[in-house]
């Protein structure tokens, strides 16, 4: 099943809500620094990522294939869950149904879930 929005890749479709996830950290506050600048100051660096989520991108050489990138625990844990729920295509189907139901207002109250055993 696609969507509206997915994209096609030469590794299959790529969905709009993983594609959502990756333009979303990239809307985040990002700054890039070269690895001397922040060798120089990295405790403040660090502490301005943890407070303010903002992104760093670190560059150690013209090549961009050679950076890397430091963003707050809490941000890498939501990707890496956000990773997971999408590897497969059974639980990208159940989503994509879970957010047409609650679209549609079918939604099942605590209360209601809880009897329905």
Do not use: C
Not at 15 to 40: C, E, G, K, W, Y
Request: aromatic letters at 8%; charged letters at 30%; a positive charge.
């Amino acid at each position: 099943m696609t969507g509206k929005y997915d994209w096609r890749t030469s590794s299959g479709i790529w969905p709009a809500s993983r594609l959502f996830v990756r333009l979303h950290v990239q809307n985040n506050i990002m700054i890039a620094i070269p690895v001397t600048t922040l060798r120089d100051k990295l405790k403040t660096y660090l502490d301005r990522v943890t407070k303010s989520f903002e992104v760093i991108v670190v560059s150690r050489s013209a090549d961009e294939n050679d950076s890397v990138v430091i963003l707050p625990l809490k941000e890498y844990n939501a990707l890496v869950e956000t990773n997971y729920l999408l590897s497969t295509r059974k639980n990208r189907e159940r989503l994509v149904e879970s957010m047409e139901q609650l679209k549609r207002g079918e939604v099942v109250a605590p209360k209601e879930f809880n009897k329905r055993s």
